[in-house]
């Protein structure tokens, strides 16, 4: 009895065993659809275009290279015919293996054997024209139909077949517009002809499309998307403020070889005052030490150090500094102004500089009243306000040597009003926790240290 039993065990193991078997060779054989098409208004008005022959613009098919994740080519160069069906044209359904795919050609060609239509390769010359460049991938499903949606360009008889590369379902076309654009220095000190001149055009079709062209000392055609957006367009050159425009298709359109757009490039004026120990004035200032001066201390700092940090007792500290203006010629407007601090190591260590990321540390002050280098102490410092004051935040320390802050509301007003040519001061917003930043001053042994204040100035026309 017991034999039997046991037996009976075995048996039923070996048919849940052969069931399960089955099963997987089941799901390894499942089977999907890829099914192709284009909407056949689209093409239509292209082919006419391009075609010796409108009346054969029905005359269609598909050549695709689509390989499966082994690497294995499951179609090469198979050639696909389309049918009209509703409006639309498709292929037959094609049956495949469940798993993942990648379309590596895909060609629109008539019955003459001419490519009508392509998708550019990814790196390929064309590539930037399109949203998704082969190859791409798609993934089929068990039971399911996967229709792709590639988009093509249009191909003329001169453009070489390596350009591209292709697979999918409703084939977007991608209309290329070209317009013409040259960038010029624009300098009121040289005279006609105008001097063309190399430099960098960006442009932007927001929200998802960008691409960068190098333009030459020439005319340059360059060819983007034609959609009904606006189009932004910026211009840009080392030493030159860049120039940025929007425009529409229509506008860009009208920009041809006669007359193209012509973007001038006027030459940017920058002020660098990066005064060391004898020009240079800054100082510091400690609560500790009230009234003593610091005026010739190496170091541009804010801190809320405790003993274990740097000092044998807790510490606050502060720093001032101002520049001289009078190098800036009368009638010039002051467009940017940017502080740059410098540091050899940071305050904090890692830990403690990340758990402060996200709070507003310390801040930059315009000084309302005058102070002097060699007398300045803690019990003697000048006021500040509020007004335009800019906040700082600590910074990954792996990034940079340096902080670079935009101060430009505050020296335009000091540069507004000459009175007011007091400085800055620099502090923590609360000086109670643990924090601080410690830069060079003017008065750092290194010259590299001393901060930099980089002024972009707006010059008169002449």
């Avoid at 037959?92 to 795919?101: H, P, V």
């Avoid at 070489?160 to 290329?176: A, L, M, N, R």
Wanted: glycine content about 4%; hydrophobic content about 40%; aromatic content about 8%.
């Amino acid at each position: 009895m017991k034999k039997s039993r046991v037996l009976h065990l075995i048996l039923l193991a070996i048919a849940v065993a052969g069931l399960s078997t089955c099963d997987k060779l089941t799901e390894e054989n499942a089977e999907g659809s890829l099914e192709f098409g284009m909407a056949i208004d689209l093409i239509e008005q292209d082919l006419k275009s391009i075609s010796d022959d409108s009346s054969r613009v029905e005359n269609l098919a598909l050549v695709v290279t689509l390989g499966n994740e082994s690497g294995e080519l499951v179609l090469n160069n198979d050639r696909l015919e389309l049918y009209n069906f509703g409006g639309h044209y498709v292929t037959k359904e094609i049956r495949l293996r469940t798993g993942k795919y990648k379309l590596l050609k895909f060609m629109v060609v008539d019955d003459r054997g001419n490519v009508r239509f392509a998708t550019p390769m990814y790196n390929s010359p064309l590539a930037y024209l399109v949203k998704h460049p082969l190859p791409i991938h798609a993934e089929v499903e068990k039971n399911e139909v996967t229709r792709l949606n590639p988009e093509v360009l249009p191909v003329d008889n001169n453009t070489p077949p390596e350009d591209f590369g292709y697979i999918s379902f409703g084939i977007q076309v991608v209309h290329p517009l070209e317009f013409y654009i040259a960038a010029y220095i624009d300098d009121p000190r040289l005279m006609a002809p105008t001097t063309l001149t190399e430099a960098m055009l960006d442009v932007r079709i927001e929200p998802d499309w960008s691409h960068s062209f190098q333009l030459e000392s020439r005319i340059n055609r360059i060819t983007v998307p034609r959609v009904e957006k606006k189009y932004v367009l910026i211009v840009r050159k080392p030493g030159y403020r860049p120039q940025m425009m929007e425009k529409s298709s229509m506008e860009l359109a009208e920009a041809n070889r006669e007359h193209p757009i012509l973007v001038p490039l006027k030459k940017e004026n920058i002020l660098i005052l990066r005064p060391g120990p004898e020009k240079g004035k800054d100082a510091t200032i400690f609560l500790s030490k009230p009234d003593e001066n610091f005026g010739k201390h190496p170091h541009f700092e804010a801190a809320n150090s405790p003993p274990f940090v740097i000092h044998d007792h807790v510490e606050t500290s502060r720093s001032l500094i101002t520049f001289e203006l009078g190098d800036i010629p009368e009638k010039a407007r002051i467009e940017k102004a940017f502080l740059s601090l410098y540091y050899r190591t940071p305050y904090f260590y890692e830990g403690i500089a990340e758990s402060y990321m996200d709070r507003n540390l310390a801040i930059f002050q315009k000084i309302t009243t005058s102070w002097t280098e060699e007398k300045l102490t803690w019990n003697n410092q000048p006021e500040t306000t509020e007004e335009n004051q800019v906040y700082l935040k600590p910074m990954p320390w792996i990034s940079a040597n340096f902080y670079t802050i935009d101060l430009t509301a505050i020296i335009q007003d000091m540069r507004s009003h000459p009175e007011d040519l007091h400085g800055i001061m620099f502090r923590l917003v609360e000086e109670k926790d643990v924090s601080g930043f410690i830069f060079g001053s003017s008065d750092h042994p290194e010259e590299g240290m001393h901060p930099a204040l980089r002024l972009h100035l707006i010059l008169p026309e002449r």
